[in-house]
Every structure is written in C-alpha cells, then in structure tokens.
C-alpha cells in the first residue's frame, strides 16, 4: 500500500478560489497562533505546557472543512490546530491558554482541554486514546437519535496501541457507527518512532482486523485530506461507517515545551520540512495563476494581527478567582 | 404496594424510566440476550422484548462501552451502563475517572452526564477477583455521585433518581442482596425484598436513613453490612441501645443525619466490607473527627476486612466478611 507524497497539489476547477484561501487562511492561522503562543511560552508569561503542531495543519483544516457545523471532533492533548479548524476563535483559546476565566473553559481546561461544545468539539482528552470511546458514543447517540451528524476522532498513531482504541473501533463497527477515526501518524509517540511500537506499514491496514474501510492519505495535501473526509463523512451519514483515516504528517516542533526532537532522523526532517502543508498549498496557488504573492501576504497579515488582538485581549483578561475554584464539577449539587 | 425483591425492583424501575424517556437506554455485557441471563443477576432479564432498540449488549469491552456510554450522555442520551461484577471497573477507571468524572469541570461547566453505572460487589464464592467492594476507589474521585441501596425500595427510588440526575452516578448493588432467581441466583443470601409503591417515586441522593434508633452507639453501614449490623444491634440487646444509620449515599455523605446521631449517642463503629486500609471507613472516619470532635465521647472504631485479597475457601471467606458477631463485639466495646 504505497502512498505517493508528491510536493504539488491538484488545485482543479472542482474549487472555487475562495475555498482554498479559505483552506489557506485556516492553516495560517493554526501555523501563526502555534507559533505565537511558542514565543509566549519560551518568554515565561504563558503558564502550563504545550504540545504544538507545527506541520500538521493540513490534517486538522481539511479534515474540519469537511465536516458540518454540527458535526462534533474530539482531539487530543495537542488539540490547537483541531479547534480553530473547528471554529474556535483564537481569542477563546489563547484566553485558555492564559487560565482566564473568560476562557473556552473557564481557565478550568488549559492547552490540553480545549474545546467548545457549540461549536462541535468535546474538551480535548488528553489520554492517548482516551477519546475514542467517547467518539463511538457520541456517533451511537446520532444513530440512535436518527440524526445525520458524524462524529471525526482525531488520535496520534501512538493511541493505536492503546486498548480504547481497539475497544472502541470495534464497537464502532459492530454497530455501523457514524465515526471518521483520523489517525494523525507523525512518526512519533512523544520522543518514540513509529516503527518501534508497530509492525504493520501502514496503519490503515489495521481497519481490515474490524472489517471497516481504512485508507492512508497524504496528511499534509489539505485537498486530498479534505476528500478523504469528505468521502467518508458521506459514507458515515448513509451507515456506511466507521471509516479509518491513517494522515501521514510530521511533527516540525518537538512533543513539548522545550523539546529540540533531537531524536527526529535528519534525511526524515529534510524530506517532511520540504512538504510544509501551508508551502505546499501556497505553492500550488501561486502556480495556478489565480493568487499571487500579495494575496497570500495579505492574509499573513490578516491573520497575524487577529493573533496579536488575542494575545492582547488574552493578557489583560481577568483571572479566574477563589470563588470560581469548586464550581462546575455538578450540573446537579447535593449539599 | 407489591413486595419485591431488589433484581425486581431494580427491572420495574428501569422499565419505567425507558418508558418515561426515549433517551434512557441499557448497554452491558449479556444484559439482553434472548435465553440469556439479564445481566449477571438478572435485572435486565426480558427488557430487550419491550424495548428491543435500548437494550444494548455489548462485546466484552468494559473500556469501551461504558467510554461509549459516557460519550452518549454527554450528547444527551441518559446511558444506565453496567458491570457484570465491580471489579472490571478498574478495566474502565479512565473513562470513568478521566472522562466522566471530569468533563464538566475542564468544560467550564457546559456539559453534563447524565450516565448511571450500576455495579455488583461483594465476596461470594468466586475468589479475588469477582469479589471486591469497589466503593473505596471511587468515593474520592470529585465529579462522581455514589450510592448504595440496600433495599428494595430504596435501589428502585435511587436508581429513579440516579437516572434523573443530570450528573455521572455510581450505584453499587450487592450480590448477595439482589434476590435473583433461577440459575442466576446466589448461596447464602440475606433477604433486602421490601414493599415498593405502584406509584412513581424517587430517593433523594445524597442521603442516609436511620433504620433503627438507638442511644448509645451509632453504627455506619451499607448494603450487606447494614443487614448485619442491625442483626448486631439486636443481638447487643438489652443493655445497649444501638443506633444503625444506612449510610447508603457514599458520595457525597449524608453528614446531616450521621451528625444528629453522633449528637445522641457520641460513639460511632463504621461497618464496611472490604480491607480496613483505604476504605470508605478511613474517610467517614476522618469526617467525623472533623466535623464533630466534641460530640465524640469515644475514639472511632471501625469493623472492616483484612488487608487481604478476598479469598475463596468459603471458612476464610466468612472470616474476611465482617459479620453480626464481630459488629456486636465491637458494639460491647465502645459502650463498656
């Protein structure tokens, strides 16, 4: 099963230029708000941990630009890419970020819990796999309710192994359910590589063992990400489900903090540093003819100032304080 | 008014609430099986007739279902998942501790889960490892409501409750309680049958129940050591008036009730089966001295389990379980 990585993008007629600036514009933004909150950090004003990503905007863009406003994603303990691609604001999360009360959760979830139940993300579980049981019973609660809604599961390959998400591909299956399983592979389980925890080549192969579609795209063409989900969201609403979705991406930051990923091989990081998605994706345009240079420049700046707004307002916002301490754990309090 | 067993009581009560809303629905191991079993003790038995699309049976997949039934509920359905026996909830203790438990919180308050996890517990002839009495893991896990009934009435009025609730609630039944017939029911039983009204009614969670007044002691119990120790309170008649509250809420406790008691009597013995280290005992204990150190007249006494894995030989196994001997003698102690 040989995926073929190419470093150019069909950008056809199928869309409309809007779409893919559109496309564009969302991957920056992921790109710019990763890296500004990295500055943040490093300069010791933003609390916590982070876990960015880097290169993996395709996967995250395209998958979301596929769904529906009222389908739902779960994500991960690297989620920032997933919910602005969700729809979060930058603001909403960047207040988050900073433990603000006026944050997506209260300042009560941080970097590792995003997420924004109206707009169609469940808090970020940051569990490796933990949210795929959770996925498989949303999507049972669309089948059961007879809605058209599906539910996209965004796991890293390293969750692969875990228990859940065998347990929970498996149920899943046996009852049709409407789930995209998207497998971000980026080669590495925090500091581990993929071919240390995992015989099969391709990931993919493993939907075979639950008698489910499994297809390996190219995670950082945001177009052949988007048509993957698009073709599976599809099957997902007609019963057709699950699907599992296998994005070969990588990582150009390290798993945390301050990690230099020293532990990535050099001739792997040229080849994958080389297919920057949002490169990719500009390049594509450019050679269309139909955006030029100063379009995408305009969008840089654009999206730059909305992540400067978020850091300023993010900054002055209020702290959260005692008396928002033991809220929100009931819906129901028993005294 | 009909006299029911707890299984029964238990059956009627989730038929009614699958009746009364189209989002309560059972998913479990065997729990809807044609021929099947009901569930390991029957409470579920013939429900998948009536309500064929809400009688979920699962693989044996107890990570994923009950991870699925957390997911569900927090869509909205009202998911009353289950577990052949307590202890392969440690199988799912992400899911429940990491997940259901903190999803509201880290949501800043904007979800619910309204999911009902019923659970068996106790020793009864099966060695280590389907034995346990898993209230102990779960009590200090905030997010999580707990309760335990051991009684008809009160299993069908808690379990009502517990469906209605908008928050993840445990209810911990004990095996040797439910009443279950045929070939799912159980040696060495203690009868928890009781009269259940016709009419729809719930028990509060959240609170305990005096089953006997007394003056002289209080003994804290639940489920199966509640039976036992108001055996115990009769047997340290006459001469010692024992007060014996049903704890029956584990999370949060009833410290209203426990308190006026204390009040009374100024002795209390926690009766819990299950090791004495880290039990539910350790922290009623702790809360007590906390709460009310000078209506205490005596230290607190517990009557618990060795700290031993529950064993089989049925001599060893009575020997593990606390028993109304045990509780009367620790009765004598207190008030000599």
Known sequence: ?335 | MKHQSIAEALREGIAEEMERDPDVFCIGEDIGVPGGFGGAFTVTLDLEKRFPDRILDTPISELGFIGAAVGAAMMGMRPIADVQYSDFLYLAMDQIANNAAKLRYMSGGTIKVPLVLRAPVGATGRGSQHAQNMERFFIGVPGLKIVAPSNAYDAKGLLKAAVRDDDPVLIFEHKLLYGSKGARAETGTTNASSDVPDEDYVVPLGTASVRREGSDVTVLAWLLMLHESLAAASLAEPGISAEVIDVRSLAPFDWQTIGDSIEKTGRVIIVEEGPKTGGVGAELAAGIMERFPDKLIAPVTRVASADIPVPFSPVLENLYRPDRQRITAAIREITA
Not at chain 1, 15 to 42: A, I, N, P, W
């Open chain 1, 1 to 335: 099963m040989e995926i073929e990585l190419t470093n150019s993008i069909e950008v056809s007629q199928t869309y409309s230029r809007s779409f893919l600036l559109g496309l564009y514009e969302r991957m920056v933004t992921c790109r710019q708000f990763e890296d500004r909150v990295k500055l943040l950090f490093l300069e010791g004003t933003m609390p916590g941990t982070i876990h960015q990503s880097q290169g993996q905007e395709a996967s995250a863009v395209g998958v979301c630009a596929a769904l529906n406003q009222d389908d739902f994603i779960t994500s991960t303990h690297r989620p920032h890419a997933h919910a602005i691609a969700k729809g979060l604001t930058p603001e909403e999360i960047m207040l988050e970020l900073f433990g603000k009360s006026a944050g997506c959760s209260k300042g009560k979830g941080g970097s590792m819990h995003i997420g924004d139940m109206s707009k169609g993300m469940v808090p970020a579980i940051a569990i490796v796999g933990g949210g795929i049981p959770l996925a498989a019973g949303m999507a049972l609660s669309f089948k059961m309710r007879k809605r058209s809604q599906v539910v996209a599961c965004f796991f890293g390959e390293g969750a692969t192994n875990e228990g859940a998400f065998h347990e929970a591909v498996n149920l899943a299956a046996i009852w049709s359910l409407p789930v995209i399983f998207v497998c971000e592979n980026n080669l590495y389980g925090a500091s581990t590589a993929y071919s240390k925890t995992t015989r099969v080549p391709r990931l993919s192969q493993r939907a075979d063992a639950y008698g489910i579609r499994g297809e390996t795209v190219d995670g950082n063409n945001v177009v052949k990400v988007y048509e993957a989900t698009l073709q599976a969201a599809e099957e997902c609403r007609h019963g057709e489900g699950p699907v599992l979705l296998e994005l070969l991406t990588y990582r150009r930051v390290g798993h945390s903090r301050r990690d230099p990923a020293h532990y990535q091989d050099k001739d792997e990081q040229a080849f994958w540093f080389a297919r920057d998605p949002i490169a990719l994706l500009a390049n594509s345009l450019l050679n269309s003819g139909d955006v030029n240079e100063a379009d995408l420049r305009d969008i840089d700046a654009r999206v730059a100032q909305t992540i400067e707004d978020a850091v300023t307002v993010a900054r002055a916002a209020p702290l959260p304080t005692e008396a928002d301490l033991t809220t929100d754990v009931y819906a129901m309090e028993l005294t």
